[in-house]
């Protein structure tokens, strides 16, 4: 659409060449320097084809305009929607960890170990992970 519209603004500049030099041109003498104008359906004269020309500029102007405007509007709503996906995702995340950390617990809970049948490898696993737990969550704060 810019490019059409840059079209028609050379187009509409050679016009108004053409019609400083000649002001009473008609469409029909125009088919030398517009080759695609087709004089059965053109505007009688140059300055009909002027009006036309601006009008379909202005146009097009107003679409461009239109969908930059849809475009922004699309991005912003992409933009909160990926905003909602981030908080939602950081929400599971949290969930998730806090679900590990309960069944941690759960499982490096001397009551629990008692009630399950542990192994010897398998309570290796449970104290480093016990020992782990009580550093990082029960040790004094530096003060």
């Not at 008692?114 to 009580?134: A, F, G, I, P, W």
Request: hydrophobic share 40%.
């Amino acid at each position: 659409m810019r490019l059409a519209v840059q079209d028609l603004s050379y187009d509409r500049e050679l016009l108004s060449r053409q019609l400083a030099l000649d002001p009473h041109l008609r469409c029909a003498d125009l088919t030398q320097i517009f080759p695609y104008l087709d004089p059965s359906s053109a505007p009688e004269s140059g300055h009909e084809l002027m009006e036309d020309i601006t009008f379909q500029i202005m146009e097009l102007e107003k679409r461009v305009s239109e969908i930059l405007g849809q475009l922004d509007a699309s991005r912003n709503q992409m933009r909160a929607q990926l905003e909602q996906m981030r908080a939602a995702r950081a929400r599971l995340e949290a969930d998730t960890e806090s679900m590990v950390e309960a069944i941690i617990w759960e499982m490096i809970n001397p009551a629990a170990m008692s009630r399950y049948h542990v192994d010897s490898q398998l309570m290796v696993e449970l104290q480093t992970l016990d020992n782990y737990y009580k550093d990082m969550y029960h040790s004094p704060v530096p003060g």
